[in-house]
């Protein structure tokens, strides 16, 4: 009977949380700004997980300067947004029916969901807080070009979603992250000293790849 009260009770909690994100998270107006602002937590989240588990468990880690672990840290954010936005991107363009031809007689270019739009609001908080740690620790992160670079892609991102338009178009840009896991996997290797290592040539090779089909799928 005890069980049973507490089981009605969690589901009951559990309900009221399904509500909360329903209606308030995840309701339209609100995406844009719940997802930014979970994008940049989830920012802080992954960097301060992987000082914490780079301390543990490498031994290289510690030899780093400061600026190297920042920046080890700083990687770490860039591969895991880059894995997220590279999935929700092949997913929504290949996978999903929001771009299907048989799916809406809307022009293609207008096309959006939450999920969509949700997704490159994570990516918006990503680059806002990416943004800041260059600035913050300039020109240690990166000089003038990533500052550029950051700026148009916030800019062309949050346009597209808070407009809603070129949301395809702007997932088929977004697939080229999957050469940033290899990209940063380089630079791990180049820091903890395995520059002449196989594993060092093999990445460069599969970087050459992915950003081959990379260029291909976006084309």
């Known amino acids: 009977m005890l069980a049973s009260k507490e089981m009605m009770k969690f589901k009951s909690y559990q309900n009221r949380a399904n509500l909360f994100v329903k209606e308030y998270l995840l309701a339209d107006p609100l995406i844009p700004y719940t997802s930014i ?14 000082q914490l588990f780079s301390t543990v468990h490498f031994k290289s880690y510690s030899s ?18 880059a894995i997220f936005i590279t999935t929700m991107s092949l997913y929504l363009v290949f996978c999903s029916n929001l771009y299907s031809d048989n799916q809406s007689s809307e022009l293609i270019t207008f096309r959006s969901s ?12 990503y680059f806002i807080a990416d943004l800041g740690m ?28 808070l407009s809603g338009e070129g949301q395809l178009y702007t997932y088929m840009v977004l697939i080229s992250e999957t050469t940033t896991p290899g990209i940063n996997l380089r630079w791990y290797l180049d820091a903890a000293g395995m520059k002449k290592s196989k594993a060092y040539l093999i990445n460069g090779v599969v970087i050459f790849i992915a950003w081959l089909v990379g260029q291909v799928i976006a084309v």
């Open 64 to 81: 780093l300067t400061r600026i190297q672990r920042v920046e080890w840290n700083n990687r770490s954010m860039s591969t895991i947004h």
């Open 114 to 125: 939450s999920s969509s739009t949700f997704a490159l609001g994570v990516s918006v908080g």
């Open 37 to 50: 602002i979970g994008g940049i937590f989830a920012c802080k989240m992954v960097y301060d997980l992987t």
């Open 134 to 161: 260059i600035f913050w620790f300039f020109p240690s992160l990166g000089g003038y070009e990533y500052v550029i670079h950051h700026l148009l892609s916030l800019v062309a991102v949050a346009f597209s979603m």
